[in-house]
């Protein structure tokens, strides 16, 4: 199987401009290393205009089911993943259907954001699985488990992802975080975290370290984690992590655009010699985010075994490529032909 493991949808909140302008603040840093914007003072509109324009993107890229799937030619699954709600700059942000792209009726509220991805699975059920998302620091955590409960049971959702960093919360925090893993293990599904670095300027990156999950790896034995964007900055120690704890994967996204394909060759192959099997390891590409082009992501991994013969290392089996471009997420996740 080929899976996407990491992919957004729909938009980040009903306002139009700020959705747009919460998209050119995490890419300001892609455009100022491709030299393509002032890296000594903010850009002004027009400049975001050219370059927006050339690379036909506006900010936050909004895309809905259909579009997710059309990016994904030859994939058998996405994974659309919710964004649970937030403040941010005073405003509440997160997951919601602004175009009517889901059969989820009234008007657009993050609270119902593992509504509408449920309703992205309705719409190609073929195609997308989906993770459900909560946050304890928005109404408590009670109402957080609450929901976890409730995107399971009537929104048959997968699993769940976590922002830790986003939201100003540690995911080693007993009282916040511990209840949701708890219920997440009593539930049976997975648990994504964010536990990576991140452009945005509010993200709290103290919040972001690998190693804060380190104590529910040894308390929720039977739990499974998946640590998003392979701990990008620290990758090391993610993959220590992954060393360590017999339930803990991690899916490679914007890690894999941002290094070459040599160095992908290569974080690959120390796999095995950090004492992690390539099957914890998942291919996924932070669509629709720039430079995360599915196509080109997965051609990337497909071919890394032409860099052995010129580092005169031995190719990574063909076997395990095809693991982490699918397989191995689908059977960390336990999804077949015809699931969701």
């Known amino acids: 199987m080929q899976i996407d493991a990491h992919t957004h949808i ?30 000594h003072r903010c850009p002004t509109e027009h400049e975001w205009e050219t370059v927006e324009a050339e690379d036909g993107k506006d900010g936050f890229g909004v895309v809905g089911p259909d579009e997710t799937v059309a990016a994904h030619p030859g994939f058998d699954r ?23 792209q889901t059969d989820v009726t009234g008007d657009p509220h993050p609270e119902r954001c593992n509504e509408y991805i449920a309703g992205c699975v309705r719409r ?21 488990v609450a929901e976890l409960g409730r995107m399971v049971e009537e929104d048959a959702l997968t699993g769940v992802k976590l922002y830790p960093m986003y939201q100003h919360w540690s995911p ?11 219920a997440a293990q009593d539930l049976g599904i997975p648990v994504m ?10 993200a709290k990156m103290e919040y972001a370290r690998p190693a804060l999950l380190d104590d529910i790896g ?28 017999p339930h803990f994967y991690t899916e490679i996204s914007y890690h894999i655009a ?40 997965r051609e990337k991994l497909l071919t890394v075994n032409e860099e ?32 969701r």
């Not at 005169?312 to 015809?338: S, T």
Request: contains cysteine.
């Open 218 to 245: 040894r308390e929720f034995r039977d739990l499974r984690v998946i640590i998003a964007h392979c701990g990008t900055p620290w990758v090391d120690e993610a993959m220590f992590m992954l060393t360590k704890h």
């Open 258 to 297: 941002t290094v070459s394909r040599r160095d992908l060759f290569l974080y690959l192959s120390r796999a095995e010699q950090m004492f992690v099997p390539l099957e914890k390891i998942m291919f996924g590409t932070d669509f629709p985010g720039f430079l995360y082009d599915p196509v080109a992501l």
């Open 124 to 144: 190609r059920p073929d195609r997308i699985i989906g993770f459900g998302s909560v946050n304890p620091r928005y109404r408590g955590v009670k109402a957080a």
């Open 78 to 100: 996405m994974v659309a993943l919710a964004v649970s709600p937030q403040w941010l700059d005073g405003r509440l942000i997160g997951t919601v259907d602004v175009f009517g």
């Open 193 to 202: 975290i964010h536990q990576a670095g991140s452009t945005r300027i509010d």
């Open 10 to 39: 729909l938009s980040l909140a009903s306002d139009a401009d700020f959705t747009r302008q919460y998209g050119r603040e995490g890419s300001l840093c892609i455009y100022r290393s491709e030299g393509r914007l002032p890296s």
């Open 172 to 182: 080693a925090d007993r009282e916040l975080a511990f209840p949701i893993y708890a």
């Open 308 to 339: 052995a013969e010129r580092l005169g290392m031995p190719p990574i089996p063909q076997a395990k490529l095809d693991g982490i471009m699918g397989d191995n997420f689908a059977a960390v996740v336990g999804v077949e032909e015809g699931d």
